[in-house]
């Protein structure tokens, strides 16, 4: 889009480039509200309306898809947007009802440490919610918090180093190994996902996950569902993650 002109770049969010969303007359402008940002600053002074998108907010998984139908709306393709909107809910709750009956339910922990921190998600956030309709028992499950929690790797390792599966997402040219991750922090390979070979790596600068998944969830479940319970969806591949290599 950017390459073609189609889409034009007019910077991030925090640093927005004033002049070019001038010079592109646009009848509004899409943004997604932050806490305590302290609103948009030089971008409310265009007298172009602001239209607050806060799909990122929501808690299910099937709550920010359906922002699909809001957008629909906005372009004159409503009918359009049903429609996709209510095959990806079918898909979803189809799933959802196969891991229903399972009397097993795997233990996950997810993401990586970030400098000082391990960012994982809350337990009341959109990815929790996904592992535990995939049948996974999400260590922070009790968690009330519906973002990411900063935390020690001390009181991560206390929760999840019994966890049956690891799931991880990064960006790089090449996808990460055993090997690399115990090369990157050491403390890593006293995981018992790591020790059994249960991690399993989403390199989002190869595969569309953050593009593709919030609008297709049933998609994301599917991986999870494989994942979690590898005797179900028999013939079915992976679509975001993969099974790390040595």
């Not at 799931?167 to 040219?173: E, G, H, M, R």
């Not at 690399?180 to 790596?201: C, H, M, S, V």
């Not at 969806?233 to 790390?244: I, N, V």
Request: glycine share 8%; charged share 25%.
């Amino acid at each position: 889009g950017c390459r073609t002109g189609s889409i034009a770049d007019v910077g991030n969010g925090m640093n927005p480039d004033i002049e070019k969303i001038i010079d592109l007359h646009p009848d509004a402008i899409m943004l997604s509200p932050f806490e305590n940002s302290g609103g948009y600053g030089r971008v409310e002074k265009l007298n172009i309306p602001i239209i607050e998108c806060a799909d990122y907010m929501e808690t299910s998984a099937l709550g920010r898809a359906e922002w699909m139908r809001f957008y629909g709306l906005l372009f004159g393709q409503a009918q359009k947007a049903d429609s996709l909107f209510a095959e990806v809910e079918k898909n979803y709750n189809e799933l959802k009802a196969l891991v229903a009956p399972l009397s097993s339910a795997p233990s996950v922990i997810s993401e990586l440490k970030n400098g000082s921190a391990w960012y994982v998600p809350g337990g009341k956030s959109t990815s929790a919610r996904i592992y535990a309709d995939a049948g996974a028992n999400y260590v922070f499950a009790d968690d009330e918090h519906s973002g990411s929690v900063p935390l020690a790797f001390e009181t991560v390792f206390d929760k999840g180093q019994n966890a049956d599966f690891w799931l991880i997402k990064y960006n790089q040219a090449i996808d990460k190994t055993y090997k690399e991750l115990e090369q990157d922090y050491a403390p890593y390979t006293g995981f018992r996902a790591f020790k059994e070979r249960n991690i399993y790596g989403c390199n989002t600068g190869k595969v569309d996950f953050y593009e593709d998944s919030p609008f297709h969830p049933d998609r994301l479940l599917k991986d999870l569902i494989k994942i979690f319970h590898p005797t179900l969806l028999e013939g079915y591949e992976l679509k975001y993650f993969t099974k790390l290599a040595e």
